[in-house]
């Protein structure tokens, strides 16, 4: 079905959000991809929320800020990216305490509905509409990009908010290149065909897909 269990962006270190996300460049379309996506995230309606506001980041930041203090290993890391990724963690860690018992102290209101409530409530669910049409609704078992890869167009604005990465075809086949050259490649790949399918179609096929699945779940 597409790729992202997709932790990036909640609640991990840049280090520990590189390393796992070149780790899916190189094993899109696996199993052994760490952003899989499968029909068991989306079996019935509670799954569905589950999946969308993934409120086991939490205990999941919590067990991997305990492993990383203790030495442990948390991902697919090397020697160098491990040791920069537990910095880093518990650097995070450190400053989220110290953010939440100051917060508590002088503004525990502003605490609450200016950051934990968007940060629960509304962040989730915002941070899959846009990853979701990435790889969801495409071949999750095929290597070819262009089977299990998603490239649509999009407004200026919401382009910008995802950096580009509605096309996304054209990020897998040139990682390296600037996000803000990712629309000129496109128009060129798409050639006589210049408009593409938009967001909403997209989204349609997010949708079909998650249905797909909540009928054979």
Aim: include cysteine.
């Amino acid at each position: 079905m597409g790729v992202g269990n997709n932790r990036i962006g909640k609640l991990a270190s840049f280090t520990d959000t590189r390393v796992r996300h070149l780790h899916h460049h190189r094993h899109v379309g696996t199993p052994a991809d760490v952003f899989d996506r499968s029909c068991r995230d989306f079996t019935n309606r509670r799954a569905i929320l589950l999946h969308i506001f993934d409120p086991a980041r939490l205990p999941a930041f919590l067990h991997a800020t305990f492993m990383l203090a203790r030495g442990g290993c948390t991902g697919p890391f090397g020697a160098k990216s491990l040791a920069r990724a537990r910095t880093e963690h518990l650097a995070l860690a450190a400053l989220a305490v110290g953010l939440i018992v100051t917060g508590g102290i002088l503004a525990p209101r502003l605490l609450v509905f200016g950051w934990l409530v968007p940060a629960f409530l509304i962040a989730p669910p915002l941070h899959f509409l846009m990853t979701a049409p990435e790889h969801l609704g495409r071949d999750p078992t095929s290597r070819d990009l262009t089977e299990n890869t998603r490239s649509y167009r999009a407004p200026a604005l919401w382009s910008y908010l995802v950096n580009y990465d509605n096309y996304h075809l054209e990020h897998h086949r040139y990682p390296a290149l600037p996000f803000h050259r990712l629309p000129a490649l496109h128009a060129r790949r798409m050639g006589e065909h210049p408009g593409g399918s938009g967001y909403g179609a997209a989204l349609g096929e997010v949708a079909a897909a998650i249905a797909a699945c909540r009928r054979t779940g």
